[in-house]
Each structure stands twice: as C-alpha cells, then as structure tokens.
DNA sequence: CAATACGGATAGTATTACTATCACAGATAA
DNA sequence: TTATCTGTGATAGTAATACTATCCGTATTG
C-alpha cells in the first residue's frame, strides 16, 4: 500500500501552488536534485529551467525568487518532520521513548510508510543540513515571520517542546531545548561529514554516536538517566 | 592604557593583507559596518567602494570574494574569541568558573581590555549571529577547510574542549559539545530577537537567560550541579 | 462557443561579480 | 640620481544573475 502524502502549504511560500500542476512538480523535484548535488548558491532558475525542459519565466510563475522557493522546501520538511513525530509517537506511552523516537526521526533514521511522490525526503534532508539555516538567516527575516513562512518550524518546536515537558515537566527551557537539538542534529552531521575536528565521532558513515551525543544531552538536561 | 590586538590570519584568506594599509583598513571597518546594518547578501564590492571613496578594483585586491571577505571576519571572529578566553581564565583555578566564563565571552558579556582599532568587535558580533554559519554552510566547505581557513575555529573549539574535560575528564563528546555551545550561544541569541516562539526567554533584550539555558545545558551534561 | 488557465517563446533591463589595462605618486634601492 | 617597486585611482568591459514584460498557442471548463 502506497499512501500519499500532501501537505498544505502557506499560500505566501508560492505564486502558484506547485504542487497542483505537472509543471510545478517537475520544479520541486529538479530544485530538490540540484540543490543536493551543487548547494543553493549555484542554483539558478535558469538553470533550473534548462533541466526541466521550460523557460526561466515558466519558474517565476510559481516562485518570487530562489530564496522563496529554498523557504518552501524547508517549510514542507518542517512540517514532514513534524507529522512523522506526530504519527510514530502516537501509541507510544513513554515520554523517555517518544523523545528517543524524535531524535531517531530529526536523524532520519525512522520514516513511516507514507511517502511524498515527488519530494525526495532523504535528499530534502541533505539540504536541510547544509542549506536550512540560510532559510531563517536572512536580513528578511521579520518580514518574513509575520506573514507566517516559519510557523511550519515553530509548530514542530511546540511539539518537541511538549514532548520535552512530558519527560519533565519542570523544565524551564523546553522550546529552547527543542530548537537546540533540531539545530544540532543538523549542525553536527555537518561537522562530521565536512569539519570533523569540530566533533568526536570515529565515523563519517555512521551516525549512532551523534544520535547518543544529543540523547545523552537531552536526557542530562532533563536529569533522566 | 590601550592594548593594541593583531591577530595573525591564514595567508589563503586575503590577496593583500588588509590589516597592512590604510585601504585594507577601511575595508575592514566599512565592511563591518555596512553587513551588519543591511546584511551579507545586499553587501557588494561595489557599495563598500563607493562607501569608502575607492574603486570595485580596489576592494579585489585585497579579496578574492565577498564571500572570502566573510570567512575573514569569522576566522578573525575566532581567533579573537579564543584569545578572550585564553586571557580571561589563566588566572582562574575553578574549572567550573572557567566555563562559566566561557560562556559569558561566547555571549559577549566580558571582554578584556584589549581592542582592535578598526574593528568593532560588538558588530562582528551580530553579523557573526547572523551570518557566520553561512562562512561554512556551503558547497566548498571541502577546499576551504583544505587551506585551513577554518583553524581558528578548531582552535576555539579546542581551547573550549579542553576546558569541558578539565570539568569532567570522563565526558565522551567533549568537541561536540564545545561546538553545540558555540553554535548555540548564537542561534538562541538570533532566535531571541527574530523567531522568540522558537525559545522561552521572557525578555528580547536581556540575554540573562539565555545563559542560564547554556550553562543549565552544559553543566546538565557534565554531571555537575 | 467564449472565457480562462497553462505554459512555451522571446526580448529586454539593472545589477552582480568579476578581469584587465593604464596611469601616477611616493618610497626605496642601486 | 635614476630606476623600480608598491599602492592606489580611473576606466572599460564581460558573462552571468535576477528578474520583468509581452505575445501567443493549446487545452480545459462552464
């Protein structure tokens, strides 16, 4: 059984809904395979274009620009993460194992069966890794904020952060917590794949030692042993 | 009684020695100036020349790139860090005020009397917020960190390293967490000022509790109370 | 049948990110 | 003293980027 899986988009990510038409799709996925194999700063709809067969005016039809279009494609793996978190942790009765499940999940090691048709998740986490802070690191920042383009990240937030609080519900940091480990669960599979005398890990392949890294941080934070 | 500060930077991160001229200088100072107020995307050679009354051309021999330019300031940003720290806790016996005062200089809350003449060290500090993950976050981080422009980073993470296992020798991550504070102190500062639901600090312009989430988290992870 | 949506084709502009060449003034070295 | 080197200014030019605009055909729908 194949389930499909649609999310809904802040109408604000877009001009015209890309994933409402052949064309639209065929850019999603052709931005997501460029992106991954030469980083967002070589990445023009130009180029784009050529790939797809269609004209750099046919892209600007669905996307302002390429900064928007990288905003999308974050705002749809926020809200990917967060209902994978919500759909895997939903018979789980201990918080210890929902949080275990969260991290396993920010490391892509846990995907349930439904599957976008043209988004590439595992590439799409690729790009997160290397691209996703440049989304929110802008001089826009605010402008875009208030027409919601982040609420995708803060509602995953608020989730983690519950999570967090069912573990402890004492804890003074909990949406702090959880934008921490989101942040790092990226941040150091970076560091290992590109500047591994930032970290401690003996493998580059292998991401068991960064998976204990944030558990054993969380779990210290929340003083469970 | 001023205490000049020269910080001896990798030969690949400029053509001519900026730090060298009177023009380098103003480079320096300019450039500082004008990403911190509009950002490092609207930042061009073009505007800093015309800001400071020189030509495009001239900007170019001193740097390849803006994006060169950038990963200049970061690597200057670090070095200058790593010796605030050096400076400020040989003195200091306490392994655990060590840290604490680690993380004060992360957070720019203690600064020794020493200073650079032309460049702000506060600025560099928010455009570093802003900006700094993006020195590294991209395509060519492989060749970039070949010629050793990131050092002063591994340097700090170093110094910061060795401190964290004066704490607790026993403690298996000791880089990784060095460079999840470094990251952090940041990331939670941007989030402060621009995406707040994304943390839980009651006030945008106090930073008194985000250090006290930082060293919740590290002490939390080192076992000690 | 008319209206509208979708997308292909072409053209054009301002800006960006450089590269190249020439000229000149001041310091230094032979 | 003359030659040369260094630092900077001035000007020009190019390829690519990041758009914007217009026209036109075809498919869909009401």
Redesign the interface.
């Known amino acids: 059984m194949q389930i499909e899986l649609k999310i809904a988009m802040n109408q604000h990510l877009f001009i015209k809904d890309p994933e409402g038409s052949e064309l639209g799709r065929k850019i999603l996925f052709h931005a997501v395979e460029m992106i991954q194999l030469?980083?967002f700063?070589?990445f023009t709809f130009k180029k784009l274009a050529k790939n797809i067969g269609t004209t750099e005016a046919g892209i600007y039809r669905y996307f302002e620009n390429k900064h928007r279009l990288l905003t999308y494609l974050t705002a749809w793996y926020w809200s990917w993460l967060e209902y994978q978190i919500h759909i895997q942790t939903k018979n789980i009765k201990d918080p210890k194992s929902k949080l275990k499940i969260v991290i396993m999940i920010l490391m892509m090691k846990s995907t349930s069966e439904a599957q976008s048709l043209h988004i590439n998740e595992q590439k799409l986490h690729q790009i997160i890794i290397?691209?996703g802070?440049?989304a929110?690191?802008?001089?826009h920042?605010?402008e875009d904020?208030k027409i919601k383009l982040?609420k995708p990240?803060?509602d995953l937030?608020?989730s983690i952060s519950n999570i967090i609080l069912e573990n402890n519900k004492n804890y003074?940091?909990?949406?702090?917590?959880?934008?921490?480990i989101i942040?790092?669960s990226h941040?150091?599979v970076?560091?290992n794949q590109?500047?591994p005398?930032?970290?401690?890990?003996s493998s580059k392949k292998n991401d068991k030692?960064?998976i204990?890294?944030l558990e054993?941080?969380v779990f210290?934070?929340l003083?469970i042993s």
Chains 1, 2 share one sequence.
């Open positions: 030469n980083g700063e070589d290397t691209e802070a440049k929110y690191l802008t001089h920042v605010s904020n982040f990240y803060k937030c608020a003074t940091y909990p949406k702090s917590l959880a934008s921490t942040e790092n941040l150091q970076f560091f590109n500047l005398s930032l970290t401690d890990y030692e960064i204990s890294f054993h941080l210290s934070c003083k």
